[in-house]
C-alpha cells in the first residue's frame, strides 16, 4: 500500500508540473498586457514628458539585465537613475534615448537590448515611476568589482549611495 500511494504521488506530481510551467514568453504576453497607456507625465523645464508602455517595457529590460541579481532596492535605483537622467538637462528627453545613448548601459549591443524582463523588474519600474528614489537622485551607477571604465572609478563623485554590488552617484562639478 506505502509503494502504490508512492507512485501515485509521483506520477500526480509529474502530471500537474508541466501544466504549470509558462515560458519566457508567454509570461512576457501576460505580465505586459495591462494596457498602461501613458503611465506617468514629467514637467521638466516647462516640458511634458509621458512615459508609455513600451517605455516601462524598455526600462524593465534595462533593469533585469543590470540588475538581476541585486536586492529588489537595487532595481528601483537602476530604474530611478533612467528616470533622474530623463529629467536632467544634459541628457536625451525620451526614455528610449536615454537608454540607447552611447555607452549609457553595458547591457545594450548595437543599441539593441534581448532579455525578457521578468515581474520584479516591471515592479521596480513602476515603484520608480511613482517616485521612490532609492538614490536621492543619483544619475550613473556601477560595480566597483567589476567595472572596466577608468572614468567611473576615477571621476569626483557626490552624493554615494552603495545598493547591492553597485554603487550610485552625480559627479561634482
Known amino acids: 500500500m506505502k509503494k502504490f500511494f508512492i507512485i501515485f504521488t509521483l506520477l500526480l506530481t509529474l502530471l500537474i508540473i508541466p ?13 505586459y498586457k495591462e494596457q498602461i497607456g501613458a503611465v506617468q507625465v514629467f514637467n521638466v523645464s516647462d516640458k511634458t514628458i509621458y512615459i508609455t508602455d513600451e517605455d516601462v517595457y524598455l526600462m524593465s529590460q534595462i533593469v533585469y539585465a ?16 533612467i528616470l533622474n537622467r530623463l529629467k536632467n ?45 532609492p538614490t536621492n537622485n543619483a544619475i550613473f551607477f556601477y560595480n566597483p568589482k567589476i567595472a572596466t571604465s577608468t572614468w567611473m572609478k576615477q571621476v569626483s563623485k557626490s552624493n554615494v549611495k552603495p545598493i547591492g554590488n553597485h554603487v550610485f552617484f552625480v559627479v561634482n562639478k
Open 19 to 31: 501544466m504549470s510551467k509558462v515560458t519566457a514568453a508567454e509570461e512576457e504576453q501576460h505580465l
Open 66 to 81: 543590470e540588475s538581476r541579481s541585486e536586492p529588489y532596492e537595487g532595481k528601483v535605483a537602476v530604474a530611478s537613475v
Open 89 to 133: 538637462p544634459g541628457f536625451p528627453k525620451s526614455v528610449e534615448g536615454v537608454i540607447k545613448q552611447k555607452g549609457a548601459f553595458s547591457c545594450l549591443k548595437d543599441g539593441k537590448i534581448d532579455v525578457v524582463p521578468d515581474k520584479v523588474s516591471y515592479s521596480a519600474v513602476i515603484e520608480a515611476l511613482k517616485g521612490n528614489d
